[in-house]
């Protein structure tokens, strides 16, 4: 009996120092989350009278600074062409929604009394010539004084600015598209008596398109003529331009300038009055790429970011400069910076915090070096 309990005894004593070992491959094998927690709870124990900040360390890039607004299209003219005679509608050869090019016709006048009226004048100007050189052979010979020779030349005159006239009333018949562009609006019909101002027709021009938009007094801050944007609208593929126009005074009530964007439309796919994406790019400057969840306000109001220089927090005012699908670019921030990536809002600006790096996270405390 005493044999067998003391057999058990030995055996206890073996399966102990066995698993004491680390012969059982769970007890070395260290999850990467449980050293995490041992690394910060080593850190904590080193400096207990000092909030513990989560941090890391960016390097600034060079980024185009880019502005960001919404708009709309518009066409770049809208034009009523009107009569400038009166008379009959005869022909109107196009329907509202058509295209025309620069020169089409859009109303044809009827030309028949007009004509006539023409061919007369064409007539009392070859008639007042014929007698104006008459009265000049006579005139050097002496046998017509200077007062008649004065008056035949002053009636050739007349004829000749009568026929002009008449020409200019002719091709004023036909109410031609001045640009190339869109039927908006058909105001007369064939057989219509018009008059000096009526409309024919009103024409839209959507090649170039414009984009206009709004900018507050923070955006409008280096935005010129000339500059590059890019226009976005839904179900389009991006639309490059460039700013056209600059407004030099803001909006009574919103305080905004006005700018255009000038876009290539030849393709006439886009219409007037779609709303937009306006960014446009401006300067180059170093910039760094952050989570917008670490942003933070100061006392007064203005974003930034809390970094850590030799163990106390600092709070950097920042710009945002743009934005991409993984974060948004500010500047503003030193080169180098130790931004604190969680417990910035329970840290105030000067107080000293014990930095955790996170790459230091990912491994044991006494492997760090």
């Known amino acids: 009996m005493k044999k067998t309990y003391l057999l058990a005894g030995l055996f206890a004593v073996c399966l102990g120092l066995w698993m004491g070992s680390g012969?059982?491959?769970?007890?070395?094998?260290?999850?990467?989350?449980s050293i995490a927690e041992r690394n910060l709870?080593?850190?904590?124990?080193?400096?207990?009278?000092?909030?513990?900040?989560?941090?890391?360390?960016?390097?600034?890039s060079y980024k185009t600074r880019t502005v960001r607004i919404t708009g709309k299209t518009s066409h770049k003219r809208e034009v009523m062409v009107q009569s400038q005679l009166d008379g009959l509608i005869e022909t109107r050869p196009v329907e509202r929604g058509d295209f025309v090019e620069a020169g089409d016709l859009l109303c044809q006048i009827s030309t028949e009394d007009r004509q006539a009226r023409l061919?007369?004048?064409?007539?009392?100007?070859?008639?007042?010539?014929?007698?104006?050189?008459?009265?000049?052979?006579?005139?050097?010979?002496?046998?017509?004084?200077d007062a008649r020779l004065s008056e035949?030349?002053?009636?050739?005159?007349?004829?000749?600015?009568?026929?002009?006239?008449?020409?200019?009333?002719?091709?004023?018949?036909?109410?031609?598209?001045?640009?190339s562009g869109f039927v908006e609006t058909v105001h007369a019909e064939v057989g219509q008596f018009v008059t000096p101002g009526m409309a024919c027709a009103t024409l839209v021009e959507l090649n170039p398109l414009l984009v206009r938009g709004d900018l507050s007094e923070s955006k409008v801050r280096g935005v010129e003529v000339g500059r590059a944007a890019t226009i976005s609208v839904d179900g389009f593929e991006?639309?490059?331009?460039?700013?056209?126009?600059?407004?030099?005074?803001?909006?009574?009530?919103?305080?905004?300038?006005?700018?255009?964007?000038?876009?290539?439309?030849?393709?006439?796919?886009?219409?007037?009055?779609?709303s937009a994406d306006i960014e446009i790019?401006?300067?180059?400057?170093?910039?760094?790429?952050?989570?917008?969840?670490?942003?933070?306000?100061?006392?007064?109001?203005r974003p930034g970011l809390r970094s850590v220089v030799q163990d106390r927090v600092v709070f950097n005012p920042i710009e945002i400069i743009g934005e991409d699908e993984i974060g948004i670019w500010v500047a503003g921030l030193p080169n180098?910076?130790?931004?604190?990536?969680?417990?910035?809002?329970?840290?105030s600006d000067g107080e000293r915090v014990l930095s955790v790096s996170e790459a230091s996270l990912s491994r044991p405390i006494n492997e760090q070096g």
């Open 336 to 347: 180098e910076v130790e931004l604190i990536t969680v417990g910035q809002h329970a840290v």
């Open 238 to 274: 991006p639309l490059a331009g460039r700013v056209s126009f600059v407004s030099h005074v803001a909006k009574m009530g919103t305080k905004t300038f006005e700018i255009e964007i000038q876009v290539n439309n030849d393709s006439y796919l886009l219409s007037s009055g779609l």
């Open 119 to 145: 061919v007369e004048a064409r007539a009392q100007v070859e008639q007042s010539e014929l007698l104006y050189r008459s009265n000049e052979k006579l005139s050097k010979q002496g046998l017509l004084s």
């Open 41 to 60: 709870d080593s850190l904590s124990q080193a400096g207990t009278d000092m909030t513990r900040v989560r941090t890391v360390t960016k390097t600034a």
């Open 23 to 33: 012969l059982l491959g769970g007890s070395t094998i260290v999850e990467e989350s």
């Open 152 to 179: 035949s030349r002053a009636q050739l005159k007349l004829a000749e600015a009568n026929l002009l006239r008449r020409q200019l009333e002719s091709d004023r018949l036909k109410l031609i598209a001045p640009f």
């Open 281 to 301: 790019s401006l300067d180059q400057m170093l910039a760094h790429r952050v989570s917008p969840g670490l942003l933070i306000l100061n006392d007064q109001g």
